[in-house]
């Protein structure tokens, strides 16, 4: 509760780094903030023409016409947040390293903002999708409730652990490269283009072993069937979540006072 109230004391520091960082974004742009609109849109228009009209992909026991395209984007947008805030929070001690060593704050307030920045842009993004499954008749109902829990657990899922290797990224340079491929390899592991169900049977059990596997699926469930999540099926990437966040502050508290010696 320490670190709460302390954190909650530097608010007006972390809410105006975040406003900062996403003007800076867009300072020298002729189109300026109309990206945060244009990519997006444009990404929720290119698989919809592609999968739902011209390859026409279906997923087994789906019938609507945008059943794969939906798949494809409740994948693709949440495996970007927990990329963007685990990518982050990995070299974000790194890319801060010159205030770190001048103003005194807690340092564990670049975690908070990194969050804060990659959930402001998540917002926009799927808000246009969710304005996307209105206008085509497949928005969830209130099974969409539950997007909200799962969103909680990808996002302390991905700090925890990005804040674990920012730690041990300060010291060994590496652990940001192996973070990089390891991502690559994360990816095809995680039913995101594809469905579990057509993996033959053997392969199963061990893309369950990836605490992101019912995560993914749960999100999918809700968005693309407009169904309740198998809660039971969540408790791995909970704790998965629980380990790094522990390790992660463990590991901060540990290493806090070394830090700014190796940056």
Not at 75 to 100: K, P, V
Not at 227 to 249: D, E, I, K, R
Request: hydrophobic letters at 55%.
């Amino acid at each position: 509760m320490t670190l709460f109230r302390i954190l909650w004391g530097y608010r007006g520091f972390i809410l105006g780094s975040v406003q900062r960082e996403f003007q800076l974004k867009y300072r020298h742009s002729v189109l300026g903030m109309s990206w945060v609109i244009i990519n997006p849109l444009a990404m929720i228009t290119v698989y919809t023409v592609i999968f739902a009209n011209v390859m026409r992909a279906k997923l087994p026991g789906i019938e609507n016409t945008f059943g794969y395209s939906i798949y494809l984007c409740a994948g693709l947008l949440t495996w970007g947040l927990f990329t963007e805030i685990a990518s982050r929070g990995l070299i974000t001690f790194i890319e801060h390293a010159n205030m770190l060593k001048k103003v005194s704050f807690p340092r564990l307030a670049l975690p908070v903002i990194v969050v804060l920045n990659a959930s402001v842009n998540f917002a926009i993004v799927f808000g246009l999708f969710a304005l996307f499954l209105l206008l085509t008749g497949n928005f969830p109902g209130w099974p969409s409730l539950a997007l909200f829990p799962l969103l909680a657990l990808l996002v302390v899922f991905a700090i925890g652990l990005g804040v674990t290797l920012g730690v041990l990224n300060v010291f060994f340079r590496d652990v940001g490269h192996l973070f990089g491929l390891m991502l690559t390899f994360w990816f095809w592991l995680t039913p995101i283009v594809y469905p579990l169900s057509i993996l033959p049977a053997w392969a199963q059990p061990w893309l369950n072993l990836n605490p992101l596997t019912p995560v993914m699926a749960a999100f999918q469930c809700i968005l693309v069937t407009g169904q309740w999540p198998h809660w039971p099926s969540l408790w791995w990437p909970a704790f998965a979540a629980f380990f790094f966040c522990v390790l992660g502050l463990q590991l901060y508290r540990k290493r806090a006072g070394e830090m700014t010696d190796e940056l």
